[in-house]
């Protein structure tokens, strides 16, 4: 089974800290995003032409979800940066049978008219440290690339540097056979987003 990118997600203790990072390092504004009223989050997008770009924190307005955040956001401290990316199927369950164990449950979760499957790691917490992606199925033909102004970006490299590359990259090659991700070999994991603007390339770093 093939999966393809889907977008990478910023993370930040405060949305509007995050998206004034985010707008600084990539020179370009983000659009609005929304609310996850299951998990208490909100974001900030960016639309990328095939990818899009998510800035994402906890919602302060919003009550306790009860249950840990995706992201691992519970436990985010630190500036905002990149520290996940997540990949789309067409097939949810018959993803997550290949997928590493622990990389979560099928949830169902809608936003306005958008409408998708989630794969939620119970403790917030993704396999290798949260360098294997989380997985989306979106429901319909409704996708927020269709939607969000195309920002003229466009994804070059996810750099994903951890200390068993190996495993990792023999995974993500079955599973999601795309030229711009690269893994490597790390003392920790480390990620980098590099786009192509109108200025040159830009990076953003986790």
Not at 16 to 23: F, R, T
Not at 52 to 79: H, K, M, N, Q, S
Request: with cysteine; aromatic share 4%; charged share 20%.
């Amino acid at each position: 089974m093939h999966l393809r990118l889907d977008h990478i997600a910023i993370s930040c203790t405060d949305l509007a800290q995050g998206a004034a990072a985010v707008e600084s390092a990539l020179g370009v504004s983000l659009a609005p995003g929304g609310r996850h009223a299951l998990m208490s989050t909100h974001n900030r997008l960016l639309g990328c032409g095939d990818t899009y770009l998510e800035v994402i924190a906890p919602d302060a307005d919003a009550p306790d979800p009860g249950r840990p955040r995706w992201f691992d956001l519970d436990r985010f401290t630190g500036p905002p940066r990149l520290t996940n990316w997540i990949a789309a199927t067409d097939d949810l369950d018959a993803a997550l049978a290949e997928a590493p164990p622990g990389t979560g449950i099928a949830t169902d979760l809608t936003r306005g008219d958008l409408s998708w499957r989630m794969a939620i790691p119970p403790d917030g917490r993704l396999p290798f440290g949260d360098a294997f992606p989380a997985l989306i199925q979106w429901n319909g033909n409704a996708h927020p690339t269709g939607r969000l102004p195309d920002s003229g970006l466009r994804l070059v490299r996810l750099e994903i540097a951890h200390p068993d590359a190996e495993a990792l990259a023999a995974i993500l090659t079955r599973m999601i056979p795309d030229p711009r991700i690269e893994v490597s070999p790390g003392a920790v994991k480390a990620m980098r987003a590099t786009y192509r603007t109108d200025s040159g390339e830009r990076s953003i770093d986790g």
